[in-house]
């Protein structure tokens, strides 16, 4: 795989990289993870990442204001795909990746196995793109630029190495990414803990408000459209609420809807329990994730899309057991 990555790599003079929609932590970690590596090791290649628009939070990964947010019908020779696997994630962008003479998939995700790309590095056990991508590159030429990136990328999927994806060789890599002098400290404060009194408003209303489904075992929160605007704060403001959710005490999981278009939300689901498996969740519903951590997006009334969501959650129950309360 990394001998395949890297000729690759090497023989393109023209490279785009990609990612998915709403692009998160480990997103733009490897996507600026490899944006910088290239720029660092070869200046004569032109490459270019083209996302969506992401948090500012992000903002002190090099290379973040040097992102292209709108699509375009120029044909590179290589187009690498990162953290999902297939043009139905990558939104309006998905263009250049069929325009590319060649293209290389780095994934984690369970259901981008049926990748239609054959030329990739799909390890669902993983635990994030930023942790595959270390692997595929040269270590002598990381910087601590490019240790930041795919150290930002890591603590966002692994939810600051709590999530059952993190493995002894997720921290090894950790570590070795420390070795660069990265400022892994204010890394973790300001991309993951700190937010602003907006944002903070807002999470004490989600769960202020939430309820408790399938007898007291997962607990929902819900955001419309008009409660954002109210408190100023947008989509790219409010990721971590369903974290803040799961952490409630004795709960198997955590659903998270808010409002992206009128009567449409965007669904997150978090799982406390091995058996618990969200991805499969999603996937029922044409979304997608991880085992832990997975999301999808349902029309309806939160009333209407939270009972859905319960019967599917309920087949998972461990067999002879009942909701409780």
Same mark, same amino acid.
């Given at each position: 795989?990394?001998?395949?990555?890297?000729?690759?790599?090497?023989? $393109?003079?023209?490279? =785009?990289?990609?990612?998915?929609?709403?692009? @998160?932590?480990?997103?733009?970690? !490897?996507?600026?993870?490899? &944006?910088?590596?290239?720029?660092?090791?070869?200046?004569?290649?032109?490459?270019?990442? &083209?996302?969506?628009?992401?948090?500012?939070?992000?903002?002190?990964?090099?290379?973040?204001?040097?992102?292209?947010?709108?699509?375009?019908? #120029?044909? &590179?020779?290589?187009?690498?795909?990162? @953290?999902?696997?297939?043009?139905?994630?990558?939104?309006?962008?998905?263009?250049?990746?069929?325009?590319?003479?060649?293209?290389?998939?780095?994934? %984690? %995700?369970?259901?981008?196995?049926?990748?239609?790309?054959? %030329?990739?590095?799909?390890?669902?056990? $993983?635990?994030?793109? =930023?942790?595959?991508?270390?692997?595929?590159?040269?270590?002598?030429?990381?910087?601590?630029?490019?240790?930041?990136?795919?150290?930002?990328?890591?603590?966002?999927?692994?939810?600051?190495?709590?999530?059952? !994806?993190?493995?002894?060789?997720?921290?090894?890599? $950790?570590?070795?990414?420390?070795?660069?002098?990265? *400022?892994?400290?204010?890394?973790?404060? @300001?991309?993951?803990?700190?937010?602003?009194? !907006?944002?903070?408003?807002?999470?004490?209303?989600?769960?202020?408000?939430?309820?408790?489904?399938?007898?007291?075992?997962?607990?929902?929160?819900?955001? #419309?459209?008009?409660?954002?605007?109210?408190?100023?704060?947008?989509?790219?403001?409010?990721?971590?609420?369903?974290?803040?959710?799961?952490?409630?005490?004795?709960? *198997?999981?955590?659903?998270?809807?808010?409002?992206?278009?009128? #009567?449409?939300? /965007?669904?997150?689901?978090?799982?406390?329990?091995?058996?618990?498996?969200?991805?499969?969740? =999603? !996937?029922?519903?044409?979304?997608?994730?991880?085992?832990?951590?997975?999301? =999808?997006?349902?029309?309806?009334?939160?009333?209407?899309?939270?009972? /859905?969501?319960?019967?599917?959650?309920? /087949?998972?129950?461990?067999?002879?057991?009942?909701?409780?309360?």
């Amino acid at each position: 795989m990394k001998q395949e990555f890297l000729g690759m790599l090497e023989e $393109a003079e023209t490279i =785009c990289i990609l990612g998915h929609t709403n692009p @998160d932590g480990d997103c733009l970690g !490897a996507t600026l993870g490899l &944006y910088n590596y290239i720029r660092r090791n070869y200046p004569e290649k032109e490459a270019s990442v &083209y996302l969506m628009e992401a948090s500012r939070k992000f903002s002190y990964l090099p290379g973040f204001d040097e992102i292209l947010h709108r699509p375009s019908e #120029r044909k &590179y020779q290589l187009a690498f795909i990162l @953290d999902c696997a297939g043009p139905e994630r990558l939104g309006d962008f998905h263009i250049l990746a069929e325009n590319a003479e060649e293209v290389y998939v780095v994934d %984690h %995700h369970k259901t981008s196995l049926s990748s239609p790309f054959s %030329h990739r590095t799909i390890l669902p056990d $993983a635990s994030s793109s =930023c942790e595959l991508l270390y692997g595929l590159l040269d270590k002598e030429k990381l910087d601590r630029g490019i240790a930041s990136c795919l150290y930002t990328g890591i603590i966002h999927d692994t939810g600051v190495f709590k999530y059952s !994806a993190t493995s002894p060789r997720t921290m090894e890599i $950790a570590g070795k990414l420390m070795s660069y002098g990265i *400022d892994f400290s204010n890394i973790i404060d @300001d991309s993951f803990y700190l937010r602003s009194y !907006a944002q903070q408003q807002v999470r004490a209303r989600v769960l202020m408000e939430s309820v408790l489904l399938l007898g007291g075992r997962v607990i929902a929160g819900v955001l #419309r459209r008009k409660e954002m605007r109210f408190y100023g704060v947008n989509q790219k403001e409010i990721d971590g609420i369903v974290s803040d959710l799961r952490e409630t005490r004795g709960m *198997d999981g955590a659903v998270f809807l808010y409002e992206v278009a009128d #009567r449409v939300f /965007k669904v997150s689901l978090r799982s406390s329990r091995s058996w618990l498996d969200v991805s499969e969740i =999603c !996937a029922f519903f044409g979304g997608g994730g991880h085992k832990m951590a997975a999301g =999808c997006c349902l029309p309806g009334e939160p009333e209407e899309i939270l009972e /859905k969501l319960s019967r599917e959650i309920e /087949k998972q129950l461990p067999k002879g057991e009942r909701s409780r309360g």
